[in-house]
T-cell receptor, first 113, second 113 residues
Framework: GDSVTQMEGPVTLSEEAFLTINCTYT??????LFWYVQYPGEGLQLLLK?????DKGSNKGFEATYRKETTSFHLEKGSVQVSDSAVYFC????????????FGKGTSLLVTP | DTGVSQNPRHKITKRGQNVTFRCDPI?????LYWYRQTLGQGPEFLTY????????KSRLLSDRFSAERPKGSFSTLEIQRTEQGDSAMYLC???????????FGSGTRLTVV
């Protein structure tokens, strides 16, 4: 079945460092891919998405490119801030399901001043 | 409309008791989803409504669980004869179609003692 694998955390970075959180997926067909973020004490928020191969999703300085050849959707940010400290979830919506999101386990990011 | 609202935020119950959670989606959203999230894991799909019709249930949703969405507005999730393994964060989300992604509520944290 469809699944998502994320790099394990926690990830600790200094402010202004470059961030990469790896995400790979297994799915039949052409899934849509998402990154969600969960700040402490808050609900999940959609960060960015991509619905077809080679699409790049971007938001708040974060980017991720849908790579079908490597089945990946890695999250990147050029310069992280303390306020980016959160848990980041990669997710896919299979082309056959149309509704259910399959989430990875999440990657905790801590940015220190 | 300020988003998806879930009540209560926290619930502590004794094993064997019944509990009910409520979700109020964004008013124009026709789709409503329930997910469960345990510590250190990503959210897992439980069930999905389109308007008032419950269209899919995960195998995770045992017969002790029941969800309703009368009149296609708010939804309730009831757990009967709670077990310690039911302790988790229960998340509700809504969407208008699937392409835009979901909007999640802040969740109801259930602790079964």
């Amino acid at each position: 079945g469809d699944s998502v694998t994320q790099m394990e955390g926690p990830v600790t970075l200094s402010e202004e460092a470059f961030l990469t959180i790896n995400c790979t997926y297994t799915a039949t067909g052409y899934p849509s891919l998402f990154w969600y973020v969960q700040y402490p004490g808050e609900g999940l928020q959609l960060l960015l998405k991509a619905t077809k191969a080679d699409d790049k999703g971007s938001n708040k300085g974060f980017e991720a490119t849908y790579r079908k050849e490597t089945t990946s959707f890695h999250l990147e940010k050029g310069s992280v801030q303390v306020s980016d400290s959160a848990v980041y979830f990669c997710a896919l919506m299979g082309s056959n399901s149309g509704y259910a999101l399959n989430f990875g386990k999440g990657t905790s990011l801590l940015v220190t001043p | 409309d300020t988003g998806v609202s879930q009540n209560p935020r926290h619930k502590i119950t004794k094993r064997g008791q019944n509990v009910t959670f409520r979700c109020d989606p964004i008013s124009e959203h026709n789709r409503l989803y329930w997910y469960r999230q345990t510590l250190g894991q990503g959210p897992e799909f439980l069930t999905y409504f389109q308007n008032e019709a419950q269209l899919e249930k995960s195998r995770l949703l045992s017969d002790r669980f029941s969800a309703e969405r009368p009149k296609g507005s708010f939804s309730t999730l009831e757990i009967q004869r709670t077990e310690q393994g039911d302790s988790a964060m229960y998340l509700c989300a809504s969407s208008l179609g699937t392409g835009a992604g979901y909007t999640f509520g802040s969740g109801t944290r259930l602790t079964v003692v």
